[in-house]
Structures are given as C-alpha cells and as structure tokens.
C-alpha cells in the first residue's frame, strides 16, 4: 500500500489522517507535530509511527508523499525542508501567509523535480467536477460568476485573515473554472463584531466575477452561480444539487453524488506523485491566487 507522512495533527491534519485510515486509500506511516503528545495519540489511532522532528522524514524514503497541515504561518517552512529532502508534497491552503513565499516553494519544487500541490479542495468536490465537465461540453461562454461562502468560523481560526482562510479557495475556484485570470476591481473587507468579511467584483476575459465571503452568517452556505451566454447553472456545496436552466427554458434538478472531496483529493495526489497524467492544481495556481489576494491587502477597501 502507498505510505503517505503528514505534517500538523490539529484539528484539519486529523481530519486528514482520520479518512485516509477510514477509507484505506493509503498508509499514513509517519506524523509529526509540535505537540508530541498530540502526535502520539493520532498516531496510536491509526498505527503510526512519531517523528521527533522533520528531520526523521529523512529516515523514511519509501513515502510517496506528505501532506503538509500545520498553522498558515508555518506552512511555507515546513515545506520547503521537506521539498528540499525530495519529497513530493500536497500543502494546505493556503500553501503560505505571503506571495512571496509562494513564489519561494514554486522555484525550489521545480528545481528539485518533485509534485508540490496546494489544497485547494473545493476543486474536488462532486459539485465542481459536475459543472466543470459541463462547462467544457458547453457551446457558449461563461459570463458572470458568482461564489457565495458564508458561515461562522470557530474561534481558533479567526487569528487569521478570512482572504488566507476562506477567500483563497473562492478565488482559485473561480480561475479553475472559467479557465482565465481573473483582475480585481473593487472590493471591501469588513471587520465586523463577530469576524470578517469580504467582497470582490472583478472581471475575466468573458464577464465578471463577484465573491462574497463571511464568518458572520449562522447558516453555512456555499454556492456557485455560472451564468452563461444562454443558460445558468447554480451549484448547491452543502446540499450538493446542481440546478440548470438551459436556453429554451428548460430546469434540470439534479442531486449529485461522487467521491467526497478530500478522498479524492489525496487519490489525485498519489496518482502524480506516481508519474500519471492527471489534472492537479498547481503552484502557479496558488501562486495566482495570492497575487490576487496581495493586491487587494494592499489597499483594503477599494471601489
């Protein structure tokens, strides 16, 4: 069986570790974390191995990846200790805290010839998948795209800013799907009493983007609405429907089904550190996305 290592045993590295062991898909052989106890009981639960530093991956060369899931400040460096070792990596969202450091683990990943994907797991989702594979059937063009993610964030995750923790995958998301770069034109982040919130009108090379992004609303909500030359699709995340309109009127509702989002993700990710040709987000796309994001912290409110 693939024998995968990971790096962060908190809250989403458990996460992780937990459905790979569920599913079987891999072998989690090796975990670290800075609190060794915290290692130990992941570890205990799936029959792992502790390393008492990144320095013991080094011991074990049989791995065909490690997935990287430490605090956002911490990601950048991790990996690039790693990638420099020659392993293949799958980094968490958002792969850095800076444009900068991005840039970094891109040039080093390349120069050392080894897979370096960013997390960008809403990619995986069956709902993604569904209008992705529609939108490239489609005889017409996107237009307007329209992303809606709004739900309360727990404490521990608003030490970070919600373009880094949420936005970053909205961002990605729309580029993946429209297929273009996509320029911001105005936008607004709000700190508000219970956390923030963010808004972005851009454009791509067909229409307009408009993200919106909080941790305030109780309901969680994610959704997509494509809005072509002729037709519409609207993509339900958390109830996972997909609702059409075609040009003579027609609406399907369709209920889909498909691998959860994040089993996929790591089968994807074993499949090219194993030398297939399949699609996989990159780090030039992550490295887009935080040039996005770097633009609009640099001056953060704009219209």
Known sequence: MNKLGIVGAGK??????????????????????KDIERARLLAQKVGATIARDLGDFDKHRDLLGIIIATSIDSLAHVSAELIKMGFNVLIEKP?????????????LAESRHVVAMPGFVVRFDPISIWIKDRLSKAEESPEDLYLLRLSRRPPWAKVNSILLDLAIHDIDLARYLIESDIVPISWSIHSLEIDQAFTMYAKHRGGSVFINVDGVSRNKVRKVIISLTKSYIEGD??????????????HEHLKIKGTEALVKEITVFMEKCRGADVETPTLLDAEKAHEIISHVLSRKNHS
Do not use: C, F, P
């Open 12 to 33: 989403w590295g458990s996460t992780i570790v937990t459905r790979i062991h569920e599913t079987g898909i891999a072998n989690i052989s090796i975990i670290y974390d």
């Open 95 to 107: 792969v850095a805290d800076s444009l900068d450091k991005v840039r970094m683990l891109r040039n």
């Open 237 to 250: 995340y958390v109830n996972q429907y997909i609702i059409s309109k075609s040009e003579g009127g027609e």
